[in-house]
């Protein structure tokens, strides 16, 4: 099994930056893609951005400009630097990993998700 370690988040004021991080271990074969998404009680959830194993990025247009995903393959692990943010930038995020797994007759692509970090932007 795969598992996925969120670290940062908080509290902030707007125009303020946060930095989020996520750690994948555990048995797998390679990891596809990783990124992050949000939620509020109020909204579906949300991709903000994404990185794929060569290096793609995909970020949600509320975001662009202002969040940068990296990716340190080798750690397997991925970070979320998140500039000017803005008060509805406030949700829970969550750390997705897209991974290639061993099945009984063969391989698959699984998803797996922490538990969320809060990131709260308000004065």
């Known amino acids: 099994q795969v598992q996925v370690v969120e670290s940062g988040g908080g509290l902030v004021q707007p125009g303020g930056s946060l930095r989020l991080s996520c750690a994948a271990s555990?048995?797998?074969?390679?990891?596809?893609?990783m990124g992050w998404y949000r939620q509020t009680p109020s909204k579906e959830r949300e991709l903000v951005a994404q990185i794929s194993n060569d290096g793609i990025t995909k970020y949600s247009d509320s975001v662009k400009g202002r969040f940068t995903i990296s990716r340190n393959a080798t750690e397997n692990t991925v970070s979320l630097l998140m500039n000017d943010l803005k008060p509805e930038d406030t949700a829970v995020y969550l750390c997705y990993v897209g991974a290639i797994v061993r099945v009984d007759d063969g391989m698959q692509l699984a998803t797996y998700w922490g538990q969320g970090t809060q990131v709260t932007v308000s004065s």
């Open positions: 555990g048995t797998f074969f390679s990891i596809a893609s």
